[in-house]
């Protein structure tokens, strides 16, 4: 006899045979999917996913990065040398109108800022490129309406999404037919917290940004949260003063628009010891989330991630 | 010492316990006023999944949202995400919800009570181990309990927590709780639940949630996240039959081919014997790839990749399986369908059945019957509207390959897309059964192509063929009846065979369960066996509970009215239960056998058998005599 009190799978190894299983559904039923890179720890956890899936061969669809010109160089820096190193094709897209315009977070808001620099920026990308399916790294526990979406997005033809229409998500069988001009946004990591990505991290052993890691860095305080001074062009306030600072970042956005928290914690254990005990979610950290209640929802359903 | 403290204390014994824990995904059904929100509130604040900012957010929102009053969290607003929902106050859609204990992690699919719920919780019940169904202990089992321990059942969630809560308001009584654990069980007797715990709660002030309950010491079990972390759900899934869906073909050079895909159900081991579906070729697996390393096994739901020993072809939509234990395969589907669209099926249009890895045109060719949900009763329908629940018949271009849902969840299942709109419009479960089409072979039906008449038959036997049905409760001695008789009537130079509830559910019925559904098909098969034995000329002896009478009277025009001769083995229960040294009688009065006929659901005894037996006044000899006297008076000589 067999021993089947054997076959169990531990939580980590479930959620990455449900990625894996995600992951390869899109290439096989897509003609032309799409990665989108954010550099951050969730876009790191996807990535290795990936390479998991379709092993020993390479990944069967580019990578594409966003670059509203805000993000953290030390992030840029990181993007190309994981790329270079493992051979990924890299997509780097850029709303040079908009650049062209000065369209910037502190003059414009970070509403508006967010809306012109990602979200058209994305929509135009994907536009662009005629992108069936696109994969990004958010999961159901970041946000209320993210609890709600599935893993298989349908979005129409502007890319939009209608929290009402849903498609039913049933068992592993997703839905993966699309019209042409519509496609489909998909969340590998839909089932994951963040406990596991860091979990996973620390396993697998995946190289992230130094930025999620405690250093000294100069920060100014702003509406109770510390942003980093990250190159000349953050507009220092009357009386503001860049101060070294021991911080480190939850997650990884605009870097204006991305608060850091004072802290310690450089080893991975140490970094996974300060989350549980802390007392404020991740997207805390995140200012565009809290212009308004259901702030998120509204941004979705405009066609942001 | 809690999660926080152990964190606090040594992280790393705390990342070696969460790099081993498990997962158990579960569910939520009930309404508001069951107190489902609070219930979830309650666990997830109480395990501390409740970020500072959250609660503020929180009180925020219940201030302008909230349904509590005024100064109250309103835990439903933790869930209810969207914009609509809130400003309605309802519930639209599945939420997934997640937290951990030093046991386990939770993923918890909350569906909401009212609206559509037919269709979220059946989507939220697909991937789910496990339902908590609430009770309002001040109304008891209602309509709606019914409705969703019936979808529930219906998805295979093969264990269910019945969460009598509110106990706060009636006065922790155990009378009422004794009273509402008896109802449960008596309407979970028709349901295929393998494991059912009821317990009386108070999410509200915390008793029996996460710690056990002050206000009522007569509870002995466990509390509801106990139960939560200790069920054992590993062993649930099919680790015998070995399918494995190609998924993807993973081919970076000529030197490598290899078939990726997650393995539905079976292990599947280097070096095994493989057929590929549906082309027939054989190969064996060569090597089981992941990024980590080969490995020796793989077993559900890990995704890998296999390399076959030789060169076949094989592509998505395959099917990689043992030779000797291969899937059902048919054009003709017996499923059970939800339907989820607005729009309202169509017989004349073909659908994409979606099963696996592989997409087929099917058309729905039949619906049998609709459950109606408000009455549990079915209906003839012509068409199905969104959250109907059905029996079909499904008719596909091409042969598909599946298992019975109950048996196995990865090959049963199935998803129905409009052509046309890409709309996912119905989920489905296929029952493992072709279609039964009623009155299409009947007792004289098949033999008239047989160049061999029932006449020569009995000539060449010496017989006439009859079947003896024997009915009657458990242990009131039926078996050792049809044994005897067996013996007796051999030993006079007869052919006679007994085919007896054992017999049959080892063999021909082993996919079979306790269900009134599925006990009505075990008497079915047992008169289709009854007919061939009596159509071969063999007497036949068949001993079954066989409790409903319509399934008797269908066994009756199976079989034949002329040779059918029903004997009721008419013993008294407690005689039955006495002499039961399984003590199976026991089992079912304590609720852990939820289908017993006589106990759980009634027997209904025979109105005009044709020969009663008092078993327990008469000796099994007297019987035999008297069962021969009645073959004889049935011509059973006349050969």
């Known amino acids: ?305 | 010492m809690t999660q926080k403290d152990l964190a606090a204390s040594d992280i790393h014994a705390y990342l070696e316990q969460h790099q081993q824990k498990d997962v158990l995904r579960f569910l939520t059904a009930g309404s508001v006023d069951d107190g489902k929100s609070t219930l979830i509130g309650r666990l997830l604040h109480d395990c501390s999944q409740v970020y500072d900012d959250q609660l503020d957010t929180l009180a925020k929102d219940s201030e302008r949202h909230g349904t509590t009053g005024k100064g109250n969290m309103d835990f439903a607003l933790l869930t209810d995400g969207l914009l609509a929902e809130r400003e309605q106050g309802i519930t639209i859609d599945v939420a997934y919800r997640y937290f951990t204990t030093e046991k386990r992690k939770f993923i918890l699919a909350d569906s909401p009570g009212h609206e559509q719920y037919t269709r979220n919780m059946a989507t939220g019940a697909s991937t789910c181990d496990l339902a908590i169904i609430l009770i309002d202990a001040r109304h008891g089992v209602t309509m709606q309990t019914r409705r969703h321990s019936l979808i529930v059942s219906l998805l295979g969630v093969k264990h269910v927590l019945v969460a009598v809560n509110k106990m706060d308001l009636v006065a922790w009584s155990q009378e009422v709780f004794e009273t509402i654990r008896r109802d449960t069980i008596d309407f979970a007797t028709k349901l295929d639940f393998v494991d059912l715990h009821i317990m009386p709660v108070s999410a509200l002030e915390g008793d029996n949630i996460v710690h056990r309950s002050e206000h009522m010491p007569w509870y002995t079990g466990a509390s509801l996240l106990h139960h939560l972390e200790s069920v054992h759900v590993a062993s649930d899934r099919n680790f015998i039959d070995m399918r494995f869906p190609v998924q993807y073909v993973v081919r970076p050079d000529l030197d490598f081919r290899g078939f990726a895909g997650t393995l539905a159900s079976g292990v599947v081991r280097k070096g095994d014997d493989v057929v590929v579906l549906p082309s027939g070729a054989r190969s064996r697996v060569a090597s089981i790839v992941t990024y980590s390393g080969e490995v020796a096994a793989a077993w559900p739901p890990m995704a890998v990749t296999l390399t076959l020993e030789d060169e076949v072809d094989v592509s998505r939509g395959d099917f990689i399986v043992h030779p000797r234990n291969i899937p059902e395969h048919s054009h003709d589907l017996d499923a059970m369908l939800v339907w989820m669209a607005e729009t309202p099926l169509q017989r004349d249009r073909q659908y994409w059945l979606r099963t696996t890895t592989r997409s087929v045109p099917v058309m729905v060719s039949d619906v049998s019957y609709r459950i109606d949900l408000a009455t549990m009763r079915q209906s003839q329908v012509e068409t199905l509207h969104l959250n109907d629940i059905a029996r079909v018949a499904i008719a596909s271009t091409k042969p598909i390959y599946y298992d019975n849902y109950q048996r196995n969840r990865g090959t049963g299942c199935f998803v129905l897309i409009d052509r046309i709109s890409n709309e996912t419009v119905a989920a489905g479960m296929i029952s493992g059964r072709k279609a039964i089409r009623p009155h299409a072979h009947k007792a004289t039906g098949d033999t008239q192509k047989s160049l061999v008449t029932l006449e020569d038959r009995v000539r060449q036997l010496g017989q006439q063929p009859l079947t003896l049905w024997l009915t009657g409760l458990a242990k009131s001695g039926k078996s050792s009846i049809a044994y005897a008789l067996e013996k007796r009537l051999v030993d006079a130079g007869r052919v006679a065979k007994v085919i007896d509830g054992s017999a049959l559910r080892s063999g021909l019925s082993f996919d079979l369960g306790f269900s009134a559904e599925d006990r009505s098909e075990n008497v079915r098969r047992a008169a289709e066996v009854a007919r061939l034995l009596n159509e071969t000329g063999v007497i036949c002896i068949a001993a079954f509970v066989s409790p409903f009478e319509a399934d008797r009277e269908e066994a009756r025009e199976t079989i034949g009215a002329e040779r059918f001769l029903e004997v009721f083995c008419d013993a008294p229960i407690q005689v039955c239960e006495a002499r039961d040294s399984e003590d199976a009688y026991g089992r079912a009065r304590r609720g852990e056998l939820t289908y017993f006929p006589g106990i759980t659901v009634p027997y209904e005894a025979p109105t005009a058998p044709a020969l009663r037996l008092a078993t327990h006044e008469i000796e099994i000899d007297a019987a035999v005599d008297r069962l021969v006297d009645l073959l004889e008076s049935r011509g059973m000589t006349r050969g």
């Open chain 1, 1 to 305: 006899m067999t021993d089947k009190l054997d076959y169990t799978l531990s939580n980590l190894e479930q959620l990455e045979a449900e990625s894996i299983h995600i992951l390869r559904e899109v290439a096989a039923t897509f003609s032309n999917p799409v990665m989108l890179y954010s550099i951050g720890k969730d876009s790191s956890v996807m990535l290795r996913l990936a390479q998991k899936a379709f092993h020993p061969g390479p990944l069967p669809f580019p990578l594409m990065h966003v670059d509203t010109t805000w993000k953290f160089r030390e992030m840029i820096t990181f993007r190309d040398r994981v790329c270079a190193e493992n051979g990924f094709r890299l997509i780097v897209e850029k709303n040079e109108q908009a650049i062209r315009d000065g369209i910037n977070p502190f003059d414009h808001g970070s509403n508006t800022y967010t809306r012109i620099m990602k979200t058209e920026t994305l929509k135009q990308a994907l536009t662009k490129h005629g992108f069936d399916a696109a994969f990004g790294g958010a999961r159901r526990d970041e946000e209320k309406s993210r609890a709600k979406e599935r893993i298989f997005s349908f979005r129409d033809k502007h890319h939009q999404w209608d929290p009402k229409r849903q498609r039913p998500e049933l068992w592993n069988l997703y839905n993966t037919r699309v019209n042409p001009g519509e496609s489909i946004r998909v969340f590998p990591l839909s089932n994951w917290t963040e406990l596991d990505v860091w979990l996973y991290i620390h396993l697998e052993n995946i190289e992230v940004v130094p930025l999620y890691r405690a250093a000294m860095r100069p920060v100014v305080e702003r509406a109770g949260g510390l942003i980093m001074v990250d190159d000349e062009r953050l507009r220092l306030e009357p009386g503001e003063e860049p101060q070294e600072r021991l911080v480190r970042f939850r997650t990884l956005g605009c870097y204006p628009l991305t608060a850091a928290v004072l802290s310690p914690a450089t080893t991975l254990p140490e970094i996974i010891q300060e989350m549980i005990l802390t007392r404020r979610s991740e997207r805390s950290g995140r200012l565009i989330d809290h212009d308004e209640a259901g702030s998120m929802e509204v941004k979705k359903r405009e066609g942001y991630f």
